[in-house]
C-alpha cells in the first residue's frame, strides 16, 4: 500500500503560486494530501512522517524544517546574503577580495552601500564610505556620461528606484523622500519610497550599454521602424538541500514600455520610464512586454555600434555565463554562513534579475539581484505554461526525491546544475 503524505500548502497573498504548487503536487506518483494548515499532529507528535511545506515563507514553520529530517520546506530559514541588496553587495565585495579571479569580480555593478534616516547624514559620507563615489561624480569621464542607480535595500518591485549623476542629485533625491513623508503623501507615484522606513541603500553604476531589442521583433511580427527598449532577464534559479542549484533554462525577457534613450547629463530629474523593466510597474500593458529569450533569437541588435543579429549561440552562451555567476554567488553566501544557512530537508526557488550589455563585442550579463518569492503572477497569461512547466520540475527533481518516488533527474533539459557543494556534512547547518 503506497504511504500517504501530507503538504502544507499557503500562498494567502499568490493565488498563482498555491494553484502551481498544488499542480505540481498532483503531477508526483505518490498520494498526497494538501491542506491549507499545518496538521497539529506534526507540531506535537515526534512519530508522525513525511510533511511538505511548500508556502510562504511566514506560513512555513522554520522550528519544524530544522527540528525534523522528515519535513521538506520551500524556504530557507536565514538567506539575507542573497535576497537583501545591501546584503548580496557586502556578500560579494568580501568573497572577490578573497578571490580575485572569481567571475564575480566583473558580474555586477560597482556598488556602494548607504544607511541613513535622513538626508542630512548624507553630508558626513562623502568623506568616509562614499569617498571613492565622490570621486567618480567628480572625475572628467569620456563623452558618454556617468549615471548611478539608487536602490532601496529591502524594496522590491521597482520602489524606490532613482537616477542621479552628481552629489547634489543623490542629496535631491533624499530631500525629495523626506518631502513626501513629511507631507504624508508616500503613496504618490508608483516608486514612493519613505527614508526613515527604509535605512539601508545601495548605489550602483548605472550600465550604459545594454543590449538593445525590439520586442515587437520578438513576437514574430514584422516591424517597420525598429525602436531599441532596454529589458532584464528573469531566471529562475531552485537552490535544494545543502547544496544544489539550478537554472531553468527558460529565462524570461521583461522590457521597457518605451524606447531606450540615454538620460542627458545634467539632467536633475530624468525620466526612468525608459530604464525600467521592472512588470510591476506596467501592471496596465499586461504581457506585452514580456518575452521568452528564445524567442528573441533572430531579432536586430539596436545597441550603438552592433549591426547583426542575436543568435542562439549568443542566448546559449549566456545562460553558461549566468549558470557560472550563479555558481560563484552561492558560494560566496556560503561564506557568510550567518546569513546563508542552507539545510538539508529545504528547498527555495529565487527569481533572479540581470542585465545584459554590450562590451567589447561580447554580450556580458550583469547580476542585479536576486528574490525570494518571485513576483510571478507578471509573467502573464501567455506565458503561464512556462510556470507550471517549472513547478513540476521542482516537484520532480526536488521534492519527488526526498519522498523516495524516484531517483531525481539529474539530467533534466531545462533544468541547468551549476552548483554541487556538501555543506558541513549531512545536517548542513
Not at 550603438?304 to 560563484?328: A, H, Y
Amino acid at each position: 500500500m503506497t504511504e500517504t503524505t501530507t503538504a502544507f500548502v499557503d500562498w494567502p497573498s499568490a493565488p498563482l503560486t498555491k494553484s502551481l504548487v498544488e499542480r505540481a503536487l498532483n503531477s508526483l506518483p505518490r498520494s498526497i494530501i494538501i491542506q491549507s494548515l499545518l496538521p497539529e499532529d506534526f507540531t506535537s507528535n515526534p512519530s508522525a512522517k513525511l510533511l511538505i511545506q511548500w508556502a510562504a515563507y511566514d506560513s512555513i514553520d522554520h522550528e519544524l524544517t530544522r527540528a525534523r529530517s522528515t519535513v521538506l520546506s520551500s524556504s530557507y530559514t536565514f538567506r539575507k546574503a542573497l535576497i537583501r541588496k545591501h546584503f548580496l553587495s557586502r556578500t560579494i565585495r568580501s568573497y572577490v577580495t578573497k578571490h580575485p579571479g572569481s567571475p564575480l569580480v566583473r558580474a555586477v555593478p560597482r556598488t556602494w552601500e548607504i544607511e541613513l534616516s535622513f538626508a542630512d547624514e548624507l553630508d558626513e559620507m562623502w568623506t568616509d564610505e562614499l569617498f571613492d563615489l565622490a570621486e567618480f561624480l567628480e572625475e572628467p569621464g569620456d563623452s558618454t556620461p556617468r549615471w548611478f542607480i539608487l536602490k532601496p535595500g529591502m524594496a522590491d518591485r521597482g520602489m524606490g528606484i532613482r537616477l542621479f549623476d552628481s552629489r547634489e542629485g543623490l542629496q535631491s533625491i533624499f530631500e525629495e523622500f523626506e518631502e513626501r513623508e513629511d507631507a504624508e503623501d508616500e503613496n504618490e507615484g508608483d516608486t514612493a519610497v519613505i527614508t526613515s522606513q527604509l535605512r539601508h541603500f545601495v548605489v550602483q553604476e548605472y550600465l550604459a550599454k545594454p543590449l538593445l531589442l525590439d520586442p515587437g521583433q520578438g513576437a514574430g511580427k514584422a516591424v517597420a521602424n525598429l525602436q531599441g527598449y532596454k529589458f532584464h532577464l528573469r531566471v529562475y534559479c531552485i537552490a535544494s538541500g545543502a547544496l544544489k542549484v539550478y537554472l531553468y533554462t527558460r529565462i524570461l525577457a521583461l522590457f521597457s514600455s518605451v524606447p531606450f534613450v540615454v538620460p542627458e547629463a545634467g539632467d536633475s530629474n530624468p525620466s526612468l520610464t525608459p530604464h525600467l523593466t521592472n512588470t510591476s510597474l506596467q501592471t496596465d500593458r499586461g504581457d506585452a512586454g514580456v518575452r521568452l529569450l528564445s524567442e528573441l533569437v533572430g531579432c536586430q541588435i539596436l545597441s550603438s555600434g552592433w549591426d547583426r543579429k542575436l543568435t542562439e549561440e549568443d542566448t546559449n552562451d549566456l545562460i553558461d555565463q549566468m549558470g557560472e555567476i550563479l555558481s560563484e554567488t552561492f558560494k560566496a553566501a556560503l561564506e557568510s554562513p550567518v546569513h546563508f544557512q542552507p539545510l538539508p530537508n529545504a528547498f527555495e526557488l529565487f527569481g533572479v534579475d540581470f542585465v545584459v550589455t554590450c562590451e567589447d563585442s561580447k554580450l556580458r550579463p550583469y547580476l542585479l539581484e536576486i528574490n525570494a518569492e518571485p513576483a510571478i503572477e507578471l509573467t502573464g497569461p501567455r506565458l503561464t505554461w512556462i510556470l507550471e512547466d517549472l513547478f513540476e520540475r521542482i516537484a520532480g527533481v526536488v521534492v519527488g526525491p526526498h519522498l523516495e518516488t524516484g531517483e531525481p533527474s539529474e539530467r533534466d533539459t531545462y533544468l541547468f546544475k551549476c552548483l554541487e557543494v556538501q555543506v558541513r556534512g549531512k545536517s548542513g547547518w
